[in-house]
């Protein structure tokens, strides 16, 4: 059985983004894993029961995966709902989905409050980034998981030729 990687189903081109999209990765690394059957996508909002298009939403004021994880901050909709739960929900069912597939390495899109892992935005709306990661990038990262972003799919393809050649 070859060595699996969590990716996001949305960098698969599945339709599983806020706006009924996906956003698929162009990358010759993707295609090589895929025909390897390396590739396990999953979307940690479709688990946690939100529905397909669904509002966007955001991490509030400034705050990162690791304070949602620790009831220090919410996630909200632009339209105002309270989706925390369903979001630390889906995370911990892309944890567990993660692990029973044995993976050592996740490949989540950036910006995500969920998925992001180098910036998310700030709970504003208004398009602000800060440096920070998504609740379900927190929760792997904090499971021993070793999380890259979409633009650092390079770093992975050389950290996982390390590994395993090993
Ligand atoms: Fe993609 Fe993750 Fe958002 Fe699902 S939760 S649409 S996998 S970024």
Redesign the pocket.
């Known amino acids: 059985m070859p060595a699996k990687i969590f990716i996001?189903?949305?960098l698969l081109g599945r339709p599983?983004?806020y706006d009924g999209k996906g956003k698929p990765l162009h990358h010759p690394a993707i295609v090589r894993w895929q025909a390897e059957g390396r590739l396990v996508g999953f979307?940690?909002?479709?688990a946690g029961g939100l529905p397909t298009p669904r509002p966007p939403a955001e991490i509030e004021n400034g705050m990162s995966g690791a304070d949602v994880l620790a009831g220090r901050a919410r996630v909200l909709e632009v339209t105002g709902g309270d989706v925390t739960a369903k979001f630390i929900d889906g995370g911990e069912k892309a944890l567990a989905f993660a692990k029973a597939q044995g993976c050592r390495f996740a490949l989540?899109?950036d910006g995500?409050p969920?998925?992001g892992s180098g910036f998310i935005y700030d709970g504003s709306f208004a398009g602000r980034r800060h440096v920070g990661n998504g609740v379900?990038a927190a929760l792997m990262q904090s499971a021993g998981i070793e999380v890259y972003s979409d633009r650092e799919i390079d770093a992975l393809v050389t950290r996982i030729e390390t590994v395993w050649r090993t």
């Open positions: 996001s189903a949305c599983v983004r979307c940690p909002e479709q989540l899109i995500s969920s998925c379900t």
